[in-house]
Structures are given as structure tokens and as C-alpha cells.
């Protein structure tokens, strides 16, 4: 199985700040990775797509980049809207695997 | 606008079973691989189940394979999990969601399941 390692575990932001969540395979996974976002008592909602493929009504502060076995989400000026809990997934092999997930906190 | 709707959680005991149901609609659910995914208390998402649109193929994590079976009507827009021998690391929220290449677009909104004595 493809065992995924995101860090850091949390996260103290500030509002305003730029801040970049990363995501590791344990073997490639091309670009077949994708970042989800749960805010408290929600279900997870998708963010990212493909490592870096923008999702339609998400705003444009999030983005992504990577391939292979190394990945990052970027929030470009974080809002207290997005203290959250950020997945990433990959869908390249069965079975598909989730990141234990980054929690951003508020500094 | 896709909707999932999630039903069929409650208490059971050790060794029970329950069987979940998530009916869809917005969407031509007869087109679509669906999946169930569970969250465990406090911890991460777990995939557990995935059946083809047309259910002529379905996968299981090992941690569920051979208690729980994954299966649809079209007719109906319904997706279901069957689970059996259920035990204490089953409790969970579990989501049903849709799918466009293994990516999990849509999710619904989750329905508890807790297993204890």
C-alpha cells in the first residue's frame, strides 16, 4: 500500500501569512494526488486535483504542485475561514490511501 | 446539485451487523464508481469500499474484507454497506462518496456507526 506522510502534523498560523502543507509517498504516485479540506463536524470536501489542478468554487488562495513522491499545498494568505484539517489522497494504486492530515491552528 | 444522504448508523454490539444505505441524486448515479470512506473518532480518513458503476467490480481494505460487502441499485440511486462481525474498531462516521477518476469529488454527510457492548 502506498503509505502517505504529511507534515506538520499542526500548524500555527496567522492570518495574512503564506503557508505550504507537504505531502510524501512512500512510491511514486505520478501526479495522482489529490488534498482535501475538513473543516469541524464537516464531511472533507475537494480541494485540489491532480497535484495542481484548480477546483471549480475553491477559492484561488489554495494551490498545489508536486509530482512523484513529493507534494505541496500552498495557501497564499490564509483566512481564519481555513482552519481546518487538510487530507491528501492518491488514487494511483489500490488501495486508496489518505495522509494522516495537518491541522491548522490559530497562532 | 449532487446530493448523498447517509442512513442506517446506530449502537450495536461486538460481533453484530447493520447495513448503511446512501441515496444519491443531481447526479446520473448509474455512471459513477462510488466508495465508502470511514473517519474513526479524532483520527483520519480511511478508505474502505469501492464498486464500479455498474458493480461489476469491487474492492475492499483489508481491514473489512470478508465482513462487509458494498453494493448498489441503479434503479434506486442507492449505494450499501453490509457490515457483519461488526467490532469495537468499526466505530466510526461512515461517508459514502462519488467518484470521477479516484478522485472523491463529492461527499455526503456522514452517518455514525458505534460499536460497543
Known amino acids: 500500500d502506498v503509505v502517505l506522510t504529511q507534515s506538520p502534523a499542526i500548524l500555527s498560523v496567522t492570518p495574512g501569512e503564506r503557508i505550504s502543507l507537504s505531502c510524501r509517498a512512500s512510491?511514486?504516485?505520478?501526479?495522482?494526488l489529490h488534498w482535501y479540506q475538513q473543516k469541524p463536524n464537516e464531511s472533507p470536501r475537494l480541494l485540489i486535483k491532480?497535484?495542481?489542478q484548480s477546483i471549480s468554487g475553491i477559492p484561488s488562495r489554495f494551490s498545489g504542485s508536486g509530482s512523484g513522491t513529493d507534494f505541496t499545498l500552498s495557501i497564499n494568505g490564509v483566512e481564519l475561514e481555513d482552519l481546518s484539517i487538510y487530507y491528501c489522497?492518491?488514487?494511483?494504486?489500490?488501495?486508496?490511501?489518505f495522509g494522516g492530515g495537518t491541522k491548522l491552528e490559530l497562532k | 446539485e449532487v446530493q448523498l444522504v447517509e442512513s442506517g448508523g446506530g449502537l450495536v454490539q461486538p460481533g453484530s451487523s447493520l447495513k448503511l444505505s446512501c441515496v444519491a441524486s443531481g447526479f446520473i448515479f448509474s455512471s459513477y464508481n462510488m466508495h465508502w470512506i470511514r473517519q474513526a473518532p479524532k483520527k483520519g480518513l480511511e478508505w474502505i469500499a469501492l464498486i464500479y458503476y455498474d458493480s461489476s467490480n469491487k474492492y475492499y481494505a483489508d481491514s473489512v474484507r470478508g465482513r462487509f460487502t458494498i453494493s448498489r441499485d441503479n434503479s434506486k440511486n442507492t449505494l450499501y454497506l453490509e457490515m457483519n462481525s461488526l467490532r469495537s474498531e468499526d466505530t466510526a462516521m461512515y461517508y459514502c462518496?462519488?467518484?470521477?477518476?479516484?478522485?472523491?469529488?463529492?461527499w455526503g454527510q456522514g452517518v455514525m456507526v458505534t460499536v460497543s457492548s
Open positions: 491532480y497535484a495542481s
Open positions: 489522497q492518491q488514487g494511483n494504486s489500490l488501495p486508496w490511501t
Open positions: 462518496a462519488k467518484s470521477t477518476m479516484g478522485i472523491f469529488d463529492y
Open positions: 512510491e511514486s504516485v505520478d501526479t495522482y
